[in-house]
């Protein structure tokens, strides 16, 4: 009999799910993610046409990223020798090619929606690209002064010949190549333009004084067109015989051997300092570079002529992103006020809001104050003895860290946990460091080994006598700025359970403390693996007793293979399930005998979608658990995570019915089909989008604002 019929007759049997068709790589998933982030560009009715031109230069920022760690790992791995399958059965050097084969289908995409699409929209709109080439003599002119007085004093030209080694590249840094020739000897001269970062990409030619184009029209110039054709100022006697742009993207990833460091910020800052000098991961060139000086460039910088990458257009689409400051907001998604229903409710006093009652916040559509005045507010009152807070993203010019600097200086012990290794955050992280530090607060960096991403915050404050602990417990960070665009859970509380448990975990985070077992959350790398896969495969049990099983995990991503087996047999057991996966997703749903009762779905849309969400049906007995941690080793295995229980009924049943709406969405939901493709879904049914059902909400008061008495 054909063993896979044999699977479907008797599926829980299945050689514990040891089929490498079961998962999908890791990486393709993820370029299959930003291809999904891409479709939101390509998309003529998606967005606002600047919008559009926003999710252009996100999907390109991503796959830099997505390069200088993912894919420089790969290539490390395959220089090694490591001939180790990932999940789905691929060598490294597989996983390369294919990832290669897909990113040159979606630059020829995105670039055919930008120019093809975007551009001559942009242009009915009075918005237009210019080529230098395009303009009149006179404005020529007036350009050639604006790049003598505004440009050239910022340019390094560096000549290439045995008395100047080929310069150093540096990360995503744009590059003009230029061959020269001497108009004394006809010797032909090799010379290196490095395109400033420090001056902005795309030049607005109506902010330039002195250029009239006798209409009130926008024209952008791009910064390197401007360079390429004044060259001959910055090598005079020589002719420009040829000159083309590259990129380059080296490997970012910062290796730290933290038992070996006396001094862990001292080695990030060291570590942040060799990112730049990262071997070459990709090399960025048009298809008018000709082979002879792609030759020098593969030579010189040490290229497979694998990385190398031929894109049409411009390079380093991501500075695109500039283009959000033109103020034409009928081009733009419509601004919102969020609801802050503490500042209704309570006149913003945070303190005695909680006290009547836990607050669930959902950022965006709920504002992220209450969560800056809680610590505002904190840091001035008197009866508030100590502050301690974990922080991982809080961005620049954090209102928060400034309150938590002023509660030092207003005599409150403060302990701040600062993530130093939060990827690309390191430098931004080491100077909050240092300037609580420098106030006197309690500053430490986390456990050696493991990434602190959990995000607590616990107030001690005397009441009548007493102590009362506060807490604020988030699926986001610290930081105002993403909490406008990104979806993330706020959980404001006193519970004296929940304030014990986060009490040890900051213990263990600060001092010696060995402490492993919490009452109410569950805590990585401790158990929550363990306690997931426990509650999975109780629904199944539940389900056998009762029937009507249900899960629904909300996360960014899901990689860890023993939870994937754990919902596969949950699968089998009957049990259904809903998967809201906005990134990576190893799990194949629809699989017959094995995942048939699975669903993925994922949410791009006009916020990021970011919060973590893990219901289960539990017999009947609802059981919710938020937090930080996603469904992957390094949040399993490598990072302090928390999740926390959300114990209101009614709280609780506010979650899961915006999960459910999430589920119901068919206008910025894509679903995973069997073979580890996405389509969007599309159904009969009235549309519904399911964040402008949150945005347009009348009032959220009436259901995520529920002010119950404390208790668990």
């Given at each position: 009999?054909?063993?896979n019929a044999?699977?479907?007759?008797?599926p829980?049997k299945?050689?514990?799910?040891?089929n490498p068709?079961?998962?999908i790589?890791?990486?393709l998933?993820?370029?299959?993610?930003?291809?999904?982030?891409?479709e939101?560009?390509l998309?003529p009715?998606?967005?606002?046409?600047?919008e559009?031109?926003?999710?252009?230069?996100?999907?390109?920022?991503?796959?830099?990223?997505?390069?200088m760690?993912?894919?420089?790992?790969?290539?490390?791995?395959?220089e090694a020798?490591?001939?180790?399958?990932?999940?789905?059965?691929?060598?490294?050097?597989?996983?390369?090619?294919?990832?290669?084969?897909r990113v040159?289908?979606?630059?020829?995409?995105?670039?055919?929606c930008f120019y093809?699409?975007i551009c001559?929209?942009l242009?009915?709109?009075?918005?237009?690209?210019v080529?230098?080439?395009?303009l009149?003599?006179?404005?020529?002119?007036?350009?050639?002064?604006?790049?003598r007085?505004?440009?050239?004093?910022?340019?390094?030209?560096?000549?290439?010949?045995?008395g100047?080694?080929?310069?150093f590249v540096s990360?995503?840094?744009?590059?003009?190549a230029?061959?020269?020739?001497?108009?004394e000897?006809?010797?032909?001269k090799f010379?290196r333009?490095?395109?400033?970062?420090?001056?902005?990409?795309?030049?607005r030619l109506?902010?330039?004084?002195g250029?009239?184009?006798?209409?009130d029209?926008?024209?952008?110039l791009?910064?390197?067109?401007?360079i390429?054709?004044?060259l001959?100022?910055?090598?005079?006697?020589m002719r420009?015989v040829q000159c083309?742009?590259?990129?380059?993207?080296?490997?970012?990833?910062?290796?730290i051997?933290?038992d070996?460091?006396?001094?862990?910020l001292?080695?990030?800052?060291?570590?942040i300092?060799?990112?730049r000098?990262?071997?070459?991961?990709?090399?960025d060139?048009?298809?008018?570079?000709?082979?002879?000086?792609?030759k020098?460039?593969i030579?010189?910088?040490e290229?497979?002529?694998?990385?190398?990458?031929?894109i049409?257009g411009?390079?380093g689409a991501?500075d695109l992103?500039?283009?959000?400051?033109?103020?034409?907001p009928?081009?733009?998604d419509?601004?919102?006020?969020?609801d802050?229903?503490i500042?209704?409710?309570f006149?913003?006093?945070?303190f005695g809001?909680?006290r009547?009652g836990?607050?669930l916040?959902?950022?965006?559509?709920?504002?992220?104050?209450?969560?800056?005045d809680l610590?505002n507010?904190?840091?001035n009152?008197p009866?508030?003895?100590?502050?301690?807070?974990?922080?991982y993203?809080?961005g620049?010019?954090?209102?928060?860290?400034k309150s938590?600097?002023?509660?030092v200086?207003?005599?409150?012990?403060?302990a701040?946990l600062?993530?130093?290794?939060?990827?690309?955050?390191?430098?931004n992280?080491?100077g909050?460091?240092?300037?609580?530090?420098?106030?006197?607060?309690?500053v430490?960096?986390?456990?050696v080994?493991l990434k602190?991403h959990?995000?607590?915050?616990?107030i001690?404050?005397r009441?009548?006598?007493k102590?009362r602990?506060?807490?604020h417990?988030g699926?986001?960070?610290y930081n105002?700025f993403?909490?406008?665009i990104y979806?993330d859970?706020?959980y404001?509380?006193?519970?004296?359970?929940?304030?014990?448990?986060v009490?040890?975990?900051?213990?263990?985070?600060?001092?010696?403390?060995k402490?492993?077992?919490?009452?109410?959350?569950?805590?990585?790398?401790v158990?929550?693996?363990q306690?997931?896969?426990e509650?999975i495969?109780r629904e199944?049990?539940?389900h056998?007793k009762e029937?009507?099983?249900r899960?629904?995990?909300?996360?960014?991503a899901?990689?860890d293979?023993?939870?994937?087996?754990a919902?596969y047999r949950?699968?089998?057991?009957?049990?259904s399930?809903?998967l809201?996966i906005?990134?990576?997703?190893?799990?194949v749903?629809?699989?017959?005998?094995?995942?048939?009762?699975i669903?993925?779905?994922?949410?791009?849309?006009?916020?990021?979608?970011h919060?973590?969400?893990?219901?289960?049906?539990?017999?009947?007995?609802?059981e919710l658990f938020?937090?930080s941690?996603d469904i992957?080793p390094?949040?399993?295995?490598?990072?302090?995570?928390?999740l926390?229980?959300?114990?209101?009924k009614?709280?609780i049943?506010v979650?899961?019915?915006?999960?459910?709406?999430?589920?119901s969405d068919?206008?910025?939901?894509?679903g995973m089909?069997?073979?580890?493709t996405?389509?969007r879904?599309?159904?009969?049914?009235?549309?519904?989008?399911s964040?402008?059902?949150?945005?347009?909400?009348a009032?959220?008061k009436?259901s995520?604002?529920k002010f119950?008495?404390?208790g668990?």
């Amino acid at each position: 009999m054909d063993q896979n019929a044999e699977s479907v007759k008797a599926p829980v049997k299945i050689q514990g799910f040891e089929n490498p068709s079961y998962y999908i790589n890791r990486e393709l998933s993820w370029v299959s993610f930003n291809q999904r982030v891409l479709e939101e560009a390509l998309s003529p009715n998606a967005h606002p046409l600047l919008e559009r031109v926003k999710f252009v230069s996100i999907f390109s920022s991503n796959l830099d990223e997505f390069f200088m760690i993912r894919v420089a790992g790969l290539q490390d791995q395959y220089e090694a020798g490591i001939q180790d399958r990932s999940i789905d059965g691929l060598t490294p050097q597989e996983q390369i090619e294919k990832i290669r084969e897909r990113v040159l289908e979606q630059f020829r995409q995105r670039n055919d929606c930008f120019y093809n699409d975007i551009c001559p929209q942009l242009s009915r709109t009075g918005i237009d690209f210019v080529e230098y080439q395009s303009l009149d003599e006179t404005q020529k002119e007036n350009l050639h002064g604006y790049f003598r007085n505004e440009i050239f004093p910022v340019l390094t030209p560096l000549a290439v010949d045995p008395g100047h080694p080929f310069p150093f590249v540096s990360n995503l840094s744009l590059n003009l190549a230029v061959e020269l020739e001497d108009l004394e000897t006809q010797a032909l001269k090799f010379a290196r333009v490095k395109v400033p970062s420090i001056l902005p990409r795309l030049l607005r030619l109506d902010t330039i004084e002195g250029l009239d184009f006798g209409d009130d029209r926008i024209r952008i110039l791009w910064l390197e067109d401007l360079i390429q054709n004044n060259l001959e100022q910055l090598f005079p006697h020589m002719r420009v015989v040829q000159c083309h742009p590259f990129r380059v993207i080296r490997d970012a990833d910062i290796e730290i051997e933290e038992d070996e460091a006396g001094d862990l910020l001292e080695t990030i800052e060291k570590g942040i300092r060799s990112r730049r000098y990262g071997k070459v991961v990709r090399l960025d060139v048009t298809p008018a570079m000709p082979q002879s000086v792609r030759k020098i460039l593969i030579k010189n910088l040490e290229v497979n002529p694998e990385s190398l990458y031929e894109i049409s257009g411009a390079l380093g689409a991501s500075d695109l992103m500039e283009m959000m400051k033109i103020e034409k907001p009928e081009l733009k998604d419509e601004p919102f006020a969020p609801d802050n229903p503490i500042e209704e409710k309570f006149g913003g006093d945070v303190f005695g809001a909680i006290r009547q009652g836990d607050h669930l916040l959902y950022h965006p559509y709920d504002s992220f104050q209450p969560v800056v005045d809680l610590i505002n507010q904190a840091a001035n009152d008197p009866q508030v003895l100590s502050i301690k807070q974990t922080l991982y993203r809080v961005g620049s010019n954090s209102p928060i860290v400034k309150s938590l600097m002023n509660a030092v200086e207003q005599g409150k012990q403060v302990a701040v946990l600062v993530e130093l290794k939060a990827r690309f955050d390191e430098e931004n992280n080491i100077g909050w460091a240092r300037a609580l530090e420098d106030v006197g607060a309690h500053v430490v960096y986390g456990l050696v080994g493991l990434k602190t991403h959990a995000k607590l915050t616990l107030i001690v404050r005397r009441e009548h006598g007493k102590l009362r602990r506060y807490l604020h417990l988030g699926t986001g960070n610290y930081n105002p700025f993403t909490a406008k665009i990104y979806t993330d859970y706020s959980y404001l509380t006193s519970n004296d359970l929940l304030a014990h448990d986060v009490s040890e975990l900051f213990n263990a985070l600060t001092g010696y403390s060995k402490h492993t077992t919490y009452r109410k959350l569950i805590v990585s790398p401790v158990n929550t693996r363990q306690r997931i896969i426990e509650m999975i495969d109780r629904e199944v049990e539940w389900h056998k007793k009762e029937g009507n099983g249900r899960i629904i995990m909300k996360m960014n991503a899901l990689v860890d293979r023993k939870i994937i087996k754990a919902l596969y047999r949950a699968s089998c057991g009957g049990v259904s399930i809903d998967l809201i996966i906005r990134g990576i997703c190893c799990l194949v749903p629809g699989i017959q005998g094995v995942s048939e009762n699975i669903r993925v779905i994922s949410i791009i849309g006009r916020f990021l979608e970011h919060s973590r969400a893990y219901y289960f049906r539990n017999g009947g007995m609802d059981e919710l658990f938020l937090g930080s941690a996603d469904i992957m080793p390094r949040n399993l295995d490598h990072r302090v995570e928390a999740l926390f229980p959300i114990m209101d009924k009614e709280l609780i049943e506010v979650v899961k019915s915006e999960l459910e709406l999430i589920i119901s969405d068919n206008v910025k939901a894509w679903g995973m089909n069997a073979d580890g493709t996405y389509s969007r879904i599309t159904n009969n049914e009235p549309e519904v989008n399911s964040q402008d059902i949150f945005l347009n909400q009348a009032s959220r008061k009436k259901s995520i604002s529920k002010f119950k008495v404390n208790g668990l």
